[in-house]
């Protein structure tokens, strides 16, 4: 378990193709990433990249109990160069947030977590209701099945220390003005300047093995381990902020451990929630500018295509046109033709025939369909939304 935080790196990290696929398959991706000062999805991007496959959702999970898959073979790659991860610089905050944060450390630092719940936060009070009101139902159940069913698992002793310490966080939060409520399905929130920070606190788990049972002993296979690996808790707790669209330069976990418990943590934890409050109301400015600046874009994109549009309909009908009186030349030229051209003199140096030869070129040159269809739609495509200024 970390005991000390450890300091943001600031030099990059060289290293070959295979140490780097070696490393994604030994340690979570997420904590890899500290390692190398970038984010999880930075370094996924990486692998990516250089064609490195990596452990899908869901693969440390199934890894502590043995039932991971099996590790996809790195490809082979022609480019033999060395991979380097550079650290992503650290984001100072602006000086009136950082302010308020370290204010809000400083009223938190002698903030005291109670040996006993009093007053218990709304949220907690109804987690306390509704788990007695789970063991009413067990009480008052007749049938066995049913009331196993019904009957909760008594609050350990982190449950309630647990319960304890996120009292103290949830009222330090409301009196900085924020306000923590739980959703669907458990999830719970605080509301900072009207943005919402989900976060999860939970108890961290290591993996362990156990003789097997008599029962599993009976159906193991030859060559199987006579030991099964198993999650069980620690007791210490970790603190996890699950907003997506955290902003870059906060904290977002914080793993307590002997030298440093969870109640020490939660100055820093409250300076956290209020230097996010201004930092995400910015953030959700900046996402509305960019989505009208794009929603215009759209619009005028819009525009111009319907006016390209309407531009090559008006092409289309003047090639039409066009057409339409190129058939009366033709019908001309078609009677200049059947006439008596024998007896015909020579006019500005040239005879009948070759008037008729040289009409007969100009018509072709000015037929829209000379070229088949294909020209025709040719025609049509090569306008654009600037080829008619009225």
């Known amino acids: 378990m970390q005991t000390t935080p450890k300091p943001r790196p600031t030099q990059p990290t060289t290293m070959t193709r295979e140490e780097l696929y070696r490393a994604v398959w030994t340690t979570p991706m997420s904590r890899l990433a500290e390692e190398y000062g970038i984010s999880g999805n930075g370094l996924a991007k990486i692998c990516d990249r250089e064609d490195i496959p990596y452990p899908p959702r869901g693969y440390w999970a199934k890894h502590a109990v043995d039932k991971a898959p099996k590790q996809t073979p790195l490809p082979k790659s022609s480019n033999a160069r060395s991979i380097t991860i550079r650290p992503t ?17 400083a009223s938190a630092s002698a903030l005291v977590v109670p040996e006993r719940l009093l007053r218990p936060h ?11 009101e789970q063991k009413r139902r067990a009480r008052n159940e007749r049938d066995p099945w049913r009331r196993d069913l019904y009957r909760p698992s008594e609050f350990t002793e982190t449950d309630r220390r647990k319960h304890r310490i996120l009292n103290a966080l949830f009222k330090a939060i409301e009196r900085q003005g924020g306000k ?10 605080a509301e900072v300047l009207g943005e919402k920070v989900e976060f999860q606190v939970r108890e961290k788990q290591k993996q362990e093995r156990r003789p097997l049972t008599d029962d599993e002993k009976r159906w193991r296979s030859p060559g199987d381990n006579g030991w099964k690996k198993e999650l069980v808790p620690t007791g210490w707790l970790v603190f996890e902020i699950k907003t997506w669209q955290w902003p870059a330069g906060l904290p977002r976990q914080w793993l307590e451990s002997e030298k440093h418990p969870m109640e020490g943590m939660l100055p820093d934890i409250l300076a956290t929630f209020v230097a ?22 759209r619009r005028y994109e819009e525009q111009q295509r319907r006016k390209r549009d309407t531009n090559r309909w008006r092409k289309f009908r003047e090639l039409a046109q066009d057409w339409h009186k190129l058939a009366a030349v033709r019908d001309f030229l078609t009677e200049l033709r059947s006439m008596d051209t024998e007896s015909a003199a020579e006019i500005d140096g040239r005879n009948v025939e070759e008037w008729i030869a040289w009409a007969e070129e100009w018509l072709q040159r000015a037929d829209p369909t000379v070229d ?12 654009t939304d600037w080829t008619y200024r009225d």
Do not use: C, N, Y
């Not at 923590?180 to 929130?189: C, I, K, S, T």
């Not at 400015?285 to 215009?296: F, G, H, M, N, V």
């Open 89 to 105: 610089p650290p984001i100072e905050l602006p000086p009136e947030i950082k302010q308020q944060a370290d204010k809000a450390r």
């Open 122 to 132: 709304t949220v907690i009070a109804s987690w306390l209701a509704e788990h007695e």
């Open 180 to 189: 923590v409520m739980q959703g669907e399905r458990g999830v719970l929130f």
């Open 276 to 297: 996010a409050g201004p930092l995400l109301v910015q953030q959700r400015k900046d996402r509305e500018a960019a989505e009208r600046q794009l929603a215009e874009r």
């Open 372 to 383: 088949g269809v294909d020209g025709v739609f040719r025609q049509v495509a090569a306008v």
